[in-house]
């Protein structure tokens, strides 16, 4: 059974870090044929999609948000980590971690989606 | 940037059928998954690959993709179905290339 925990503060000031962590179980972050992504839903607003790892370690991050963020793994403890810097308000918002299957032409990488979801977080930021 | 543009907001009485479309330039060349967020949970998978379905989400659910509009469509629509829906799609020529729709919100009346 595939299993996604979302874990971190719950409350974070202005300007502090964000540091969640994605605990899986049920796959391994080394299979080839999947990754890990994190995405967002603020309170009232659309799900936004964050960044993303596979297990070749290719990173990929929203541009809005680019400079700020930074995901990697811990194969070992099979966890991804996201980070987040300078957090504002605006980032109040549910966090959750996904499971992505991917998809290819040949061996072309052509799409992907998300087949499997943690609980997700809640985290504020105020001061 | 590739858009992906969905209604706000959808109402259908129980019974009925519920069609959530997600428009895009020539979106029918991609290939779209759509996503069911209930209030309250995390976001499930619905159909993946157009018209697919994952194990456990009832045969109510199917989808369709042509042209530039792709169509979520929910028969026998019962008040369990409310929620907000969001499709997805890959852009290889966006950064990043994971786009997602802005969501539908379906209100079963």
């Known amino acids: 059974q595939v299993t996604l925990k979302e874990s971190g503060p719950v409350l974070v000031k202005p300007t502090e870090t964000l540091r969640l962590t994605c605990s899986v179980s049920g796959f391994s972050l080394s299979n080839a044929a999947v990754g890990v992504g994190w995405l967002r839903r603020p309170p009232g607003k659309a799900l936004e999609w964050l960044a993303h790892i596979f297990s070749n370690d290719e990173t990929s991050h929203s541009t809005t948000l680019k400079n700020r963020l930074a995901i990697s793994t811990d194969t070992s403890k099979s966890q991804v980590i996201l980070t987040m810097t300078n957090m504002d308000p605006v980032d109040t918002a549910t966090y959750y971690c996904?499971?992505?299957?991917?998809?290819?032409?040949?061996?072309?990488?052509?799409?992907?989606?998300?087949?499997?979801w943690g609980q997700g977080t809640l985290v504020t930021v105020s001061s | 940037s590739y858009v992906l543009t969905q209604p706000p907001s959808v109402s259908v009485a129980p019974g009925q059928t519920a069609r959530l479309t997600c428009g895009g330039n020539k979106i029918g060349d991609k290939t779209v998954h759509w996503y069911q967020q209930r209030p309250g949970q995390a976001p499930a998978l619905v159909v993946y690959n157009d018209n697919d379905r994952p194990s456990g989400i009832p045969e109510r659910f199917s989808g369709s993709n042509s042209g530039n509009t792709a169509t979520l469509t929910i028969s026998r629509v019962e008040a369990g179905d409310e929620a907000d829906f969001y499709c997805q799609v890959w852009d290889s020529r966006s950064d990043p290339s994971v786009i997602i729709g802005g969501g539908t919100k379906l209100t079963v009346l």
């Open positions: 996904a499971r992505i299957h991917l998809l290819w032409f040949g061996k072309l990488l052509s799409g992907y989606y998300f087949d499997s």
